[in-house]
């Protein structure tokens, strides 16, 4: 079965910490791949997405992921953590479905990050 | 530009009853999909739909249903309510640019329907 996984549930962090989270999906062939975020309060929200070329991709707020097919990962980092980035990160996974289409997106469980002052 | 948005916010049901959920795209977006999410289960795919068809539609019971309008606007049903369907349902828009619609362009998420089941 289709499967996204993020290996950290739950991830405390000072201020000014670097910050990597991890996500694996389970298929091979063409995947979109995303990240969203959602601020405690608000809507999900996209930070970043892949769907081909550079590998790095640079999203909003400092954030950026790299996707590598051979391990077929697209972790999340940022330098720096802030305060205001303690929320909860989804990576997501659409697999573009051959001859028809689809905005189905397969979510991971979800990290929950604090960030401590 | 006014973003997705869900009514009512909030619904409290009780088990049997039948509930629908109203999702208003952004306008000019022709593609909607349902996602209900769960502390356990976490974020799943409902199903989807672009120009009023039903494009995709994830593994959840019959009992789960939607529409789309010609206007964009969608509704999900749920009969004979289940505890476990307590959960917040969140309905998704995107532009879905390519003729046809091919899917892939960036969803924008509404703030969701909080459904409690006693």
């Known amino acids: 079965a289709q499967s996204v996984s993020q290996h950290n549930h739950h991830v405390i962090l000072s201020e000014a910490a670097s910050l990597e989270l991890g996500c694996n999906y389970s298929?091979?062939?063409?995947?979109?791949l995303f990240w969203y975020v959602q601020y405690p309060g608000q809507h999900l929200q996209l930070l970043l997405k892949y769907f081909s070329g550079d590998p790095l991709v640079k999203g909003i707020k400092g954030f950026e992921a790299e996707f590598i097919k051979s391990k077929f990962s697209f972790n999340l980092r940022k330098p720096s953590v802030q305060w205001s980035d303690t929320a909860e990160y989804f990576c997501?996974?659409?697999?573009?479905?051959?001859?028809?289409?689809?905005?189905?997106?397969?979510f991971g469980t979800g990290t929950l990050l604090a960030v401590q002052p | 530009k006014a973003g997705v948005t869900q009514t009512p916010r909030y619904l409290i049901k009780t088990r049997g009853q039948q509930v629908t959920l109203s999702c208003s795209p952004i306008s000019g977006h022709r593609s909607v999909s349902w996602y209900q999410q769960t502390p356990g289960q976490g974020l799943q795919f409902l199903f989807e739909y672009f120009s009023e068809t039903q494009r995709n539609k994830g593994n959840f019971p019959g009992r789960f249903s939607g529409r789309q309008f010609s206007n964009s606007r969608s509704e999900m049903n749920v009969s004979t309510l289940e505890l476990g369907d307590s959960a917040l349902y969140l309905c998704?828009?995107?532009?879905?640019?390519?003729?046809?619609?091919?899917?892939?362009?960036?969803?924008?998420f509404g703030p969701g329907t909080r459904l409690t089941v006693l």
């Open positions: 998704a828009s995107s532009l879905d640019l390519s003729s046809g619609g091919v899917g892939g362009d960036e969803q924008f």
């Open positions: 997501a996974a659409r697999r573009p479905e051959y001859g028809g289409a689809t905005n189905k997106l397969i």
């Open positions: 298929y091979g062939g063409t995947v979109n």
